[in-house]
């Protein structure tokens, strides 16, 4: 008895396209980065050109409108003592500030990566990222009465008879105030806090990825606590601190803000750039200056790739 065998349906569009996918990984790799690809492409990189092209226009002194003539009068007022004094500010201040959580940072990202074990362990991430679950701008004005004249540090100190070493401190040329709120070092003090989460997270990874048979090894062959420490532990964890060092430079370059509630008069980055295009409607010389924390960045990051950061991200 012949049977007769109805012939296949012929396969959808869809189910093509599938079938497409599934035998070509490169294909189904390119349509998968291909949305995020372009619009970062268009909306980032579309932007960072837009600004670049600005920093070659000027703007007209007497109509106040911006004139699109190629020039590089922009480039040449950066070299202006004061504009250099204002970069050399920020910069110092965010090399200070990485230098600081890398020496708060360490101790407790070794901590929670060697030794802290189940509700420790869950204690120290809560209490490392606590502070990133509330706004920036709350944590910031906090700060600002902390660091107040009527403040709990001023109480502090004076309950504990250390009101002249406050005074001592604020009396300095170069960080202090009228107080730690409108100083220098307030303004140091702020961002520590508000960047040391970012410098721990990644050293705990790092700490973590050490196997513990090199440290028992090291001790074995007679190296001590402060050598297996230089010899072993940093090298190993050297990629974690570049890693957080690469956001706690990074965003201390281009904050604005805490320098303008915190900071005294002097002028950071930022603040030129924000006022340079806010206030003074001088975009041309605010694109300019935008690109000097853009050059410092990639910089940072290109030093940061040779000490193998990334792959501590």
Known sequence: MNVAVAAPLPASPRRRLSDQLATRPRLLLLALLAPPLLWFGVIYLGSLLTLLANAFFQLDDFSGLVVREPTLK???ALLEPANLDVVLRTTLMALAVTLACAAIGFPIAYYMGRYARGWTKAFFYIAVMLPLWSSYL??????KLLLAKEGAISWLAERLHLTWALDGLLALPLVGGPSLSFSPLG???????????FMILPIQAAVERIPASLIEASGDLGAGPAQTFRRVILPLAWPGLVAGSIF?????????????????????IGQVVYMQQGTAGN????????????????T??????????????
Request: charged letters at 10%; a neutral charge; glycine letters at 4%.
């Open 248 to 268: 706690t430079f990074s965003l201390t370059l281009g904050d604005y803000i805490i320098p303008q509630v915190i900071g005294d008069s002097t002028l950071f």
């Open 138 to 143: 709350v944590r910031l004005y906090a700060w």
């Open 300 to 313: 940072y990051l290109w030093f940061a790739k040779r000490q193998g950061a990334f792959d501590a991200l």
């Open 74 to 76: 922009n480039f040449v």
């Open 283 to 298: 975009v041309p010389f605010a694109a300019a200056f935008s690109i000097v924390p853009i050059v410092l960045i990639a």
């Open 187 to 197: 303004t140091f003090l702020v961002f520590v806090y508000m960047w040391l989460p």
